[in-house]
């Protein structure tokens, strides 16, 4: 893992399945071109489904690990995921870089990029299970699952964005915290 302490701001988006980080992070690149997205890297078939990502074999990801081609990797839900050592060119350079990341991932992230600012989008259970439901690639058994992992306690300092309304209301929650992060820095 790189230690970056130059003058960008790395964001996480992070929160519980069916909370709606990829519509949010989707509209926010369309409102924000001046921002970093950064892709991430995933041990998953490209046609798997769900948020757009690099798909890597398991052999490639260990290749790719060793060669230092990642900022940060984590494993979540049997699957490995990695963000590209190239963030910290942006970082550098005093842009935002935002991606979707892991809750469980963030304590180790941190020691790397203490500029790290930590965004929980989330919605009420009732929502987030409609939501898990109406994608239809998951048993009742794992949306149940998802569910509970969704209680997890909120990071040290993370920043709540809840989205249960209108589209545009996330993305404002989310430009707020990120021009107040920056402002403060």
Do not use: C
């Not at 509209?27 to 690099?54: C, N, S, V, Y």
């Not at 890597?56 to 990642?70: E, H, I, K, R, Y």
């Not at 809840?162 to 989310?174: E, K, M």
């Amino acid at each position: 893992m790189s230690t970056h302490d130059g003058r960008g701001l790395l964001v996480a988006i992070v929160g519980p399945s069916g909370a709606g980080k990829d519509t949010l992070l989707d509209a926010l690149a369309r409102k924000r071109p001046d921002f970093q997205f950064a892709q991430r890297i995933i041990t998953r078939a490209a046609d798997a489904g769900g948020e757009d990502h690099q798909a890597v074999s398991d052999a490639m990801f260990d290749a790719q690990l060793a060669q230092g081609a990642f900022a940060f990797h984590w494993q979540a839900h049997g699957l490995r995921y990695a963000i590209a050592a190239d963030i910290d060119q942006h970082l550098a350079a005093g842009r935002v870089v935002v991606f979707n990341g892991s809750r469980k991932a963030l304590p180790e992230i941190a020691l790397g990029y203490p500029q790290l600012l930590v965004l929980v989008v989330t919605a009420p259970v009732d929502v987030l299970a409609a939501r898990l439901a109406a994608r239809g690639r998951e048993s009742a058994a794992d949306i149940a699952a998802r569910l509970r992992r969704a209680r997890m306690p909120l990071p040290d300092g993370a920043i709540v964005i809840l989205n249960d309304g209108p589209l545009d209301t996330g993305v404002i929650q989310i430009e707020a915290a990120i021009t107040r992060a920056m402002q403060n820095a």
